[in-house]
């Protein structure tokens, strides 16, 4: 793969002069964490040895790799992405567990997300390797210091709370960390990321999988150049599942956690009507809400999920769809949905 990292760092430095994150590009804002319940996915999809999967930070790729995947391709649009996934994957083989929670998450303190130590160590952990990514991070701390990077906009979401992540992905659990470390220093699994739009994947990879991930990609469709209609996604979903995917191959195409959370939030109200609204997901996730001796915290309920955004008009209309869209490759479309009902949890 070939990077321009001239072109990159301009890029980057741009980013850095927005007061706002900039989505979904060749050059856009870094997820340093993954913002969804990646364990709970993995659950329903297991033991598939070939998977292709959204690339971000790689978490549903080291899910992936605990579920026994030999191969794994990464796909992502974004080159920034690309070059941070390549700095956590270094960190992951390098650091200790402790090491590795301390650089890359944060803790709530005080009502706000306590930051100071990330990436503390990160001009040490550029030593270990010479690659385009390490070259990357040191030419930028030459330009920008450490703080200065953490407060721009460079990353989307820099909430990388360690209490959440470690509910929703394996990577930030100790004893699942150095199964992960070991896999990778073993090689035992292969990983292959590669710069590809998601509209693209049926074309990019010629190879079939048993599993397709995709995260909620397709919940921003309406942003995304070729797949902004409900009718030009159902054709590419029904072309595309068809393509990649094996003959008893699945595939997670959407997950809508935002309008989950919407939901969680319509139900707690129901149950109290003084339970307030919250603009930000993670002061969702955290508030818990006693009644009659059940707490459903919310980042136990968003195992359960998604909105169906495959249908026209506002997918928040149709509470009812929240449902996991499972697909079968050989059936007849539209897919099998697996409904589960949160009032049950």
Not at 51 to 58: D, E, F, H, K
Not at 95 to 113: A, C, G, K, L, R
Not at 196 to 219: A, M, P
Request: with cysteine.
């Amino acid at each position: 793969m070939e990077i321009n990292l001239v072109e990159a760092l301009d890029a980057t430095q741009e980013i850095l002069k927005k007061d706002q994150a900039v989505p979904f590009g060749k050059y856009s804002s870094v997820y340093v964490s993954p913002t969804g319940n990646v364990k709970s996915v993995l659950r329903e999809y297991h033991q598939n040895e070939k998977v292709l999967t959204i690339g971000a930070m790689g978490a549903y790729a080291y899910e992936a790799m605990l579920y026994g995947a030999k191969e794994i391709d990464l796909f992502d649009i974004n080159i920034l992405q690309y070059l941070y996934y390549e700095l956590i994957n270094l960190g992951i083989r390098t650091f200790s567990f402790e090491q590795f929670i301390h650089n890359f998450t944060t803790y709530f303190s005080n009502n706000e997300f306590e930051k100071k130590n990330l990436f503390i160590d990160i001009k040490e952990l550029l030593k270990k390797e010479d690659t385009v990514a390490t070259e990357y991070f040191k030419k930028l701390l030459e330009i920008y210091s450490r703080e200065e990077i953490i407060q721009s906009r460079l990353f989307n979401d820099l909430n990388a709370n360690r209490e959440l992540l470690e509910r929703h992905s394996s990577l930030y659990n100790e004893k699942e960390f150095y199964q992960i470390k070991n896999l990778l220093l073993s090689k035992e699994v292969y990983l292959n990321y590669q710069l590809c739009d998601v509209v693209d994947i049926k074309e990019h990879f010629t190879t079939q999988y048993d599993l397709l991930l995709l995260d909620n990609v397709l919940q921003f469709y309406q942003k995304i150049p070729r797949l902004d209609t409900v009718s030009k996604v159902n054709d590419w979903v029904e072309s595309t599942v068809k393509k990649v995917l094996k003959e008893n191959g699945k595939g997670e195409i959407c997950y809508g956690h935002r309008y989950t959370a919407l939901y969680m939030m319509e139900l707690c109200r129901k149950l109290d009507p003084a339970y307030p609204y919250y603009d930000e997901l993670y002061g969702i996730f955290r508030l818990k809400l006693k009644k009659d001796g059940i707490i459903p915290k919310l980042y136990e309920l968003s195992d359960y999920y998604t909105v169906n955004i495959f249908q026209e008009g506002n997918p928040l209309d149709s509470f009812s769809k929240h449902c996991f869209l499972s697909y079968d490759n050989g059936e007849n479309l539209p897919v099998k949905k697996k409904i589960k009902i949160i009032e049950k949890v």
